[in-house]
Protein backbone atom coordinates (compact mmCIF):
# COMPACT_ATOMS: atom_id res chain seq x y z
CA UNK A 1 0.00 0.00 0.00
CA UNK A 2 1.06 3.65 -1.07
CA UNK A 3 1.97 5.43 2.05
CA UNK A 4 -0.15 8.09 1.22
CA UNK A 5 -3.14 5.33 0.74
CA UNK A 6 -2.06 3.81 4.60
CA UNK A 7 -1.98 7.62 5.74
CA UNK A 8 -5.14 9.18 4.56
CA UNK A 9 -6.73 5.64 5.58
CA UNK A 10 -5.69 6.26 9.05
CA UNK A 11 -5.33 9.93 9.86
CA UNK A 12 -3.40 9.22 12.96
CA UNK A 13 -1.70 12.90 13.66
CA UNK A 14 -4.44 14.63 11.10
CA UNK A 15 -1.26 16.15 9.36
CA UNK A 16 -3.52 15.67 6.17
CA UNK A 17 -7.10 15.95 7.24
CA UNK A 18 -9.27 17.71 4.74
CA UNK A 19 -6.72 17.24 1.50
CA UNK A 20 -8.33 17.23 -1.76
CA UNK A 21 -7.17 13.78 -2.27
CA UNK A 22 -9.36 11.86 0.20
CA UNK A 23 -11.19 9.21 -1.79
CA UNK A 24 -9.44 9.44 -4.95
CA UNK A 25 -6.03 7.75 -3.90
CA UNK A 26 -5.66 5.92 -6.63
CA UNK A 27 -4.47 8.42 -9.10
CA UNK A 28 -1.37 9.19 -6.94
CA UNK A 29 0.13 5.76 -6.89
CA UNK A 30 2.96 4.83 -8.86
CA UNK A 31 3.27 3.60 -12.08
CA UNK A 32 2.18 -0.45 -12.41
CA UNK A 33 4.68 -1.76 -14.63
CA UNK A 34 1.66 -2.82 -16.40
CA UNK A 35 0.34 0.68 -16.63
CA UNK A 36 0.61 1.91 -20.01
CA UNK A 37 2.91 5.01 -20.37
CA UNK A 38 -0.31 7.38 -21.80
CA UNK A 39 -2.44 6.06 -19.28
CA UNK A 40 -0.24 7.00 -16.50
CA UNK A 41 0.73 10.50 -17.71
CA UNK A 42 -3.34 10.81 -17.83
CA UNK A 43 -3.45 9.63 -14.32
CA UNK A 44 -0.62 11.94 -13.43
CA UNK A 45 -2.06 15.25 -14.68
CA UNK A 46 -5.32 14.28 -13.16
CA UNK A 47 -3.61 13.84 -9.27
CA UNK A 48 -1.57 16.81 -10.29
CA UNK A 49 -4.79 19.11 -10.97
CA UNK A 50 -5.66 17.98 -7.21
CA UNK A 51 -2.89 19.12 -5.47
CA UNK A 52 -3.08 21.95 -7.26
CA UNK A 53 -6.77 23.25 -5.15
CA UNK A 54 -5.69 21.20 -2.26
CA UNK A 55 -6.29 23.06 1.11
CA UNK A 56 -3.07 21.13 2.49
CA UNK A 57 -1.20 21.10 -0.27
CA UNK A 58 1.65 22.50 1.63
CA UNK A 59 1.60 20.42 4.33
CA UNK A 60 1.25 17.49 1.95
CA UNK A 61 4.89 18.81 0.71
CA UNK A 62 6.48 18.95 4.57
CA UNK A 63 5.13 15.54 5.05
CA UNK A 64 6.62 14.21 1.83
CA UNK A 65 10.10 15.61 2.04
CA UNK A 66 10.19 14.25 5.50
CA UNK A 67 9.32 10.85 5.16
CA UNK A 68 12.23 8.21 4.28
CA UNK A 69 12.80 8.62 0.12
CA UNK A 70 11.66 4.95 -0.45
CA UNK A 71 8.28 5.53 1.38
CA UNK A 72 7.92 8.93 -1.09
CA UNK A 73 6.65 7.34 -4.04
CA UNK A 74 3.82 8.52 -5.88
CA UNK A 75 2.70 11.86 -6.38
CA UNK A 76 2.65 13.99 -3.20
CA UNK A 77 1.94 17.91 -3.48
CA UNK A 78 2.18 17.89 -6.95
CA UNK A 79 5.59 16.29 -7.25
CA UNK A 80 5.94 12.82 -8.75
CA UNK A 81 8.51 10.42 -7.13
CA UNK A 82 9.94 7.29 -8.67
CA UNK A 83 10.26 4.16 -6.18
CA UNK A 84 13.25 5.33 -4.69
CA UNK A 85 11.96 8.75 -4.01
CA UNK A 86 13.78 10.60 -6.46
CA UNK A 87 11.69 13.52 -8.91
CA UNK A 88 10.12 11.98 -11.65
CA UNK A 89 9.42 14.57 -14.74
CA UNK A 90 6.20 12.71 -16.47
CA UNK A 91 6.17 13.90 -20.81
CA UNK A 92 3.16 14.29 -22.36
CA UNK A 93 3.71 11.07 -23.91
CA UNK A 94 3.98 9.29 -20.54
CA UNK A 95 7.33 8.90 -20.82
CA UNK A 96 9.27 9.42 -16.94
CA UNK A 97 12.35 11.30 -17.08
Not at 39 to 62: D, F, K, Q, W
Request: proline share 5%; charged share 30%; hydrophobic share 35%.
Amino acid sequence: MNPLTRMLAEIVDHRLEGAACAGEHHLFDPRDENEPADLYALRNEYARAICGVCPVLERCHETAMNMRPSDRTGTWAGITFDHRGRRVRIHQKGTAQ
